[in-house]
């Protein structure tokens, strides 16, 4: 599975920002798909993940309420709504495919797409 974001930038806090993470490959084979980030100095933390076949969602207490993470089966995307955007939410954001093959479990990452958000 092969995984592309898109849609980083730079917005003041309280704007708005939409990723997408574009999914190839064995994309039957996703079970979930998540977004994480990274600021600098810091470790990857999770964002926000939803499964493939429910749409069950869950969100970092940090992001609950302003963030939403949606997918489109049919056209292999996924993709993060992000409004009212905090200076702490500064970071490179990756995209995470979760998948199976051959009851063996994989992880796919994005080359991760930058958000800034000015004070």
């Known amino acids: 599975v092969q995984l592309v974001e898109s849609g980083g930038g730079l917005v003041q806090a309280g704007g708005s920002l939409r990723l997408s993470c574009a999914a190839s490959?064995?994309?039957?084979?996703?079970?979930?798909m998540a977004w994480y980030r990274q600021a600098p100095g810091n470790a990857r933390e999770l964002v926000a993940d939803?499964?493939?076949?429910?749409?069950?969602?869950n969100y970092a207490d940090s992001v609950k309420g302003r963030f939403t993470i949606s997918r489109d089966n049919a056209k292999n995307m996924m993709y993060l709504q992000m409004d009212n955007l905090k200076p702490e939410d500064t970071g490179v954001y990756y995209c995470?495919?979760?998948?199976?093959?051959?009851?063996?479990?994989?992880?796919?990452w994005g080359q991760g797409t930058q958000v800034t958000v000015s004070s």
């Open positions: 490959g064995s994309t039957l084979s996703i079970r979930t």
């Open positions: 939803i499964t493939i076949g429910g749409g069950s969602t």
């Open positions: 995470n495919a979760h998948w199976r093959r051959m009851a063996a479990n994989f992880d796919s």
